[in-house]
């Protein structure tokens, strides 16, 4: 049976506040659409990998979804090397994650098929209000800028490998 795996980027699998540390912020747009040759591999949560792998023998298809200026998303998304791990990376510049995984999976699938891990409260509970029955993963990395934020009633990760035993 497929299922399938909807998975934030900026501060779920890529440590995003290291990497904006690193960069001058009043610049940081026009540094990164310049970007061509960026290695972003260092940023990347190093439970990431191993954490798509699971997904992948769980019976997942894994699916990046990321909020914000494509360009800038893509960028960093492409000089992170992830791309491939993924059977699509969606962009969403408006609206909400919920909306736009409803459309994508057009009511076809069972809801209990589909997990979701996010960062933040707002795109968590979007999705559960589209999809009840998804398995959603508010995400809270040590450290991270919006970490201990108002999240009640939500199930809370510190870690992808803290979600395997849920999958
Ligand atoms: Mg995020």
């Not at 001058?24 to 972003?40: F, R, W, Y």
């Not at 260092?42 to 798509?52: E, G, K, L, N």
């Not at 800038?72 to 990376?89: A, D, I, P, Y």
């Amino acid at each position: 049976m497929v299922k399938y795996l909807f998975i934030d980027f900026d501060r779920t699998i890529f440590d995003t506040d290291s990497f904006y540390n690193h960069l001058e912020q009043a610049v940081l747009v026009d540094q990164i659409k310049d970007a061509s040759d960026l290695n972003l591999a260092a940023f990347v949560y190093p439970d990431t990998i191993s954490f798509i792998w699971n997904a992948r023998q769980a019976g997942y298809l894994p699916y990046l979804i990321t909020y914000g200026d494509r360009t800038v998303q893509q960028t960093k998304v492409r000089m992170s090397g992830l791309e491939s791990l993924f059977v699509n990376v969606f962009y969403v510049e408006q609206g909400s994650k919920g909306d736009f995984i409803r459309a994508f999976l057009n009511s076809f699938v069972s809801c209990e098929d589909i997990a979701f891990i996010d960062d933040l409260p707002e795109h968590i509970n979007g999705v559960r209000t589209r999809i009840p029955q998804s398995k959603t993963f508010l995400i809270c990395r040590p450290g991270a800028k919006r970490a201990g934020q108002q999240c009640d009633g939500l199930q809370i990760v510190e870690s992808l490998s803290a979600v395997i035993p849920f999958l």
